[in-house]
């Protein structure tokens, strides 16, 4: 089974729709990450959580929220889609040394119409 | 602030042939360097990292860093490019400039011709 899971794996939404997308695992990790993936940018950070009660902005968090339920699960929810929100999402784990690897989910890629 | 920057975005090269990503960081302190590949349809695996002692690292699938101090460059390589090759390959970097956030290149995409 895989360590990072992310659900749904592909998701069409419309502008103005609130959409969360999930992340489990299961590496025992404290800390999880959401990312975006958009051609010839890169990753970009959107936030991040080292452990359950700390949760931190990344880069680019401006419409987009973060729920760390439990050690093992962070959901990532747009409130009210855009379409320039359409990219490749990945949810990541890393252990907590400071240049532990991440381990990342397969991604969701979300398409806001 | 810290920057990545990977050249060419595009790299093709033939089936056997030597294969050469560039990665240049801007730094005023000795990073954590990474490569990243991502093949089709699937999240980012590490290849390989450096963080302290050899310059030359070796990481999985035959790939090979050296971190160059002086030229502020961490490139990859392979000697042979295998099919299976095919991927996109992220280098990103961490360190006291960044608080320990990775801060990732753009990307290059790797196309092997048989």
């Known amino acids: 089974d895989a360590d990072v899971t992310q659900t749904p794996r592909n998701r069409i939404t419309k502008t103005g729709k609130r959409i969360m997308l999930e992340c489990s695992q299961t590496?025992?990790?404290?800390?999880m990450y959401w990312y975006r993936q958009d051609p010839g940018l890169g990753l970009r950070l959107i936030y991040y959580?080292?452990?359950?009660?700390?949760?931190n902005k990344g880069e680019i968090s401006d419409g987009y929220s973060v729920s760390r339920q439990a050690q093992a699960k962070f959901s990532l929810s747009l409130e009210s889609a855009i379409p320039n929100q359409t990219a490749l999402y990945f949810c990541?784990?890393?252990?907590?040394?400071?240049?532990?690897?991440?381990?990342f989910g397969p991604g969701t890629r979300l398409t806001v119409t | 602030a810290q920057s990545v920057t990977q050249l060419g975005s595009h790299v093709s090269v033939s089936e056997g042939a030597l294969v050469l990503l560039r990665c240049n960081y801007s730094?005023?302190?000795?990073?954590?360097l990474f490569w990243y590949v991502q093949y089709p349809n699937q999240g980012l695996q590490l290849l390989l990292k450096?963080?302290?002692?050899a310059t030359l690292v070796k990481g999985i699938n035959g790939f090979e860093a050296e971190f160059k101090k002086s030229e502020t460059s961490f490139h990859l390589t392979k000697p042979s490019a295998h099919m299976s090759d095919a991927a996109e390959y992220f280098c990103?970097?961490?360190?006291?400039?960044?608080?320990?956030?990775?801060?990732w290149g753009a990307g290059t995409k790797l196309i092997i011709k048989p």
């Open positions: 959580s080292f452990d359950v009660k700390d949760i």
């Open positions: 450096y963080t302290t002692g």
């Open positions: 990541a784990t890393s252990d907590t040394g400071l240049a532990d690897r991440l381990y």
């Open positions: 990103a970097v961490s360190g006291l400039d960044s608080n320990y956030q990775l801060i």
């Open positions: 730094s005023s302190v000795p990073p954590y």
């Open positions: 590496k025992g990790h404290d800390r």
